[in-house]
């Protein structure tokens, strides 16, 4: 029975394991000087709302603020 339940747990979490891999692919730019997210997403967010944008890039790249330091490199959706 132990056996049974072991085998049964081991299929689920190949199941989950394969069915969690994604492949995203980013674009990446970087920050000249000056620039900053409301000046990025004028440029880059094309139809979405660029509030929403930025919050996006900033989860997306860790950021801990929306200052941006020229060469910094961001990986946009």
Known sequence: MIM???LIFNQSAAAVDQGSTQTTAFNY???MPGESLWQLAETHAKGQNQQDWVTEIILLNNLQSADLV???RLALP
């Open 4 to 6: 049974i339940a072991g």
């Open 70 to 72: 020229a060469g910094d």
């Open 29 to 31: 730019i970087s920050v």
